[in-house]
């Protein structure tokens, strides 16, 4: 599998970015997918993560109720759409997937074997 995460930018506080993960590979709709972020100096941490079928999505506490993720599996993608952004959003933002045996998503990201290389998101006071 491979994964091109794209859609960062730069966003003023209170503003909204689309992100979206496309796939290549045989796999990708039996997969689960998650999004992750990491902040400069700080540790790669959960954002969101949706099983294979579309049916269970998950969020960090810090970002439910302002993130959503969702996927095509028709079209081999997966979004996440952010709203009400803040400054502690900045981050490089990735997407990953896991071997596609249509388990549960993992929380964390020694659940995921394929990564995407990382979409920046600046977000401004």
């Known amino acids: 599998v491979q994964l091109q995460a794209s859609g960062g930018g730069l966003v003023q506080a209170g503003g909204s970015l689309r992100l979206s993960c496309a796939a290549s590979g045989r796999r990708f709709s039996a997969s689960a997918v998650g999004w992750f972020r990491q902040a400069p100096g700080k540790e790669r941490e959960f954002v969101a993560a949706?099983?294979?079928?579309?049916?269970?999505?998950y969020y960090a506490d810090s970002v439910k109720d302002r993130f959503t993720i969702s996927r095509d599996n028709a079209k081999n993608m997966v979004y996440l759409q952010m709203n009400s952004l803040k400054p502690d959003d900045t981050a490089v933002y990735y997407c990953?997937?896991?071997?596609?045996?249509?388990?549960?998503?993992?929380?964390?990201?020694?659940?995921?074997?394929?990564w995407g290389q990382g979409t920046k998101v600046t977000v401004l006071q």
């Open positions: 949706i099983s294979w079928l579309g049916v269970s999505t």
């Open positions: 990953a997937t896991d071997r596609g045996e249509r388990g549960k998503p993992p929380l964390s990201q020694e659940g995921y074997d394929y």
